[in-house]
């Protein structure tokens, strides 16, 4: 059984959708294309941290998209 990547929001998706991006160890991210910023202004790569983020939002604070735990795919949230 083929499983469908619809609702999948993969990291090249959030610098167009997303404002901001927060960890399961809980640090908020600001996103800025392919880079994202923490609050102390150091700089990551958006890969780089993918497979930590547990929720996206837009610039109005509305979640976009969820991850369960860790190993879970990041889901867009309707």
Do not use: C, Q
Not at 26 to 52: H, Q, T
């Amino acid at each position: 059984m083929k499983t469908s990547n619809k609702h999948r929001l993969a990291y090249y998706d959030i610098p167009s959708k997303a404002d901001n991006v927060k960890t399961f160890d809980g640090k908020v991210y600001n996103v800025r294309g392919f880079w994202v910023i923490d609050k102390n202004g150091v700089a990551e790569k958006l890969p780089n941290i993918y497979y930590r983020i547990r929720t996206v939002k837009d610039s109005h604070f509305k979640t976009i998209a969820k991850r369960k735990n860790p190993m879970s795919e990041l889901k867009s949230v309707k």
